[in-house]
């Protein structure tokens, strides 16, 4: 499993993540969410080595800080919010660098595959500055699902850790993302997600940490971590759960499905 304990990072004289424990289990999506500033992202580079930082991490039983770097590549793929390039790669290119990071070699099979998962079959020879930035938000997808292409390894577990995967996608994408996401951990795999929609995280999420000012306020099921209480306090307003405005127009995302025009 993953399992971060006594995290503390600061940037200067700035603490931003004060004393933090978290946890992950194979088979299981856990989203970490809140507001902007809380430490979310923070906490994602800390568990992945990307920040210096104060406590452990152990994936799988193996403590981060003394770990190989093609001994992490091996274990887990990253999907950061965003990842510009400077250079005219086609699609393709892209998503061939997860075969050179992770266990894949050279199954280059898994480009047209992967490329097909997250809804871009035919896209391999298009450049990839000529793509909006959700078509390059899910080519980085295909690139990190190259990487961990199967969820488990010698009986091992391999994980996703995808910091805001569904941020540019419209509502269509968005489900087709969770869906990538929940099948991983289906399958044997951890996911880690930093989330923004509360609505999508308690749909797909089995597990929700909820962090604000740099603290984990509460961590477990859906049901139990968005509650009134918790939410307001978390992101400094009012917040109640499951209600529906006055007046205007209110889309309920629950009751969507990801292909079923």
């Known amino acids: 499993m993953l399992k971060a304990e006594n995290i503390t990072v600061s940037f200067g004289r700035r603490e931003v993540l004060h004393d933090v424990s978290f946890a992950a289990k194979p088979g299981a999506l856990t989203a970490i969410v809140g507001p902007n500033g809380s430490g979310k992202t923070t906490l994602l580079k800390a568990m992945i080595g990307e920040v ?64 097909a998962r997250v809804g871009l079959g035919g896209y391999a020879a298009r450049y990839y500055q000529e793509l909006s930035g959700g078509e390059q938000q899910r080519v980085q997808l295909a690139r990190v699902l190259t990487q961990v292409w199967e969820p488990t390894q010698d009986g091992a577990p391999r994980w996703l850790f995808l910091d805001e995967p569904v941020s540019a996608l419209d509502i269509g994408h968005q489900l087709l993302v969770m869906q990538i996401a929940r099948d991983f951990a289906d399958a044997g795999g951890g996911v880690v997600a930093v989330m923004h929609d509360l609505n999508l995280t308690a749909m797909y999420a089995d597990e929700v940490a909820l962090i604000s000012d740099g603290r984990v306020l509460a961590q477990g099921a859906s049901e139990a971590v968005f509650t009134d209480d918790l939410l307001s306090k978390a992101y400094h307003c009012r917040v109640q759960v499951n209600t529906t405005p006055r007046s205007g127009t209110f889309l309920l995302p629950h009751v969507a499905q990801a292909g079923a025009a």
């Open 52 to 115: 210096a930082h104060g406590g452990t991490v152990r994936l799988n039983d193996v403590d981060i800080a003394r770990a190989k770097p093609w001994e992490l590549a091996a274990m887990r793929g990253v999907l950061p919010q965003a990842t510009p390039l400077a250079f005219p790669f086609t699609v393709a290119e892209v998503v061939r660098l997860g075969l050179m990071n992770g266990t894949s070699g050279g199954k280059t099979q898994l480009v047209p595959a992967a490329l």
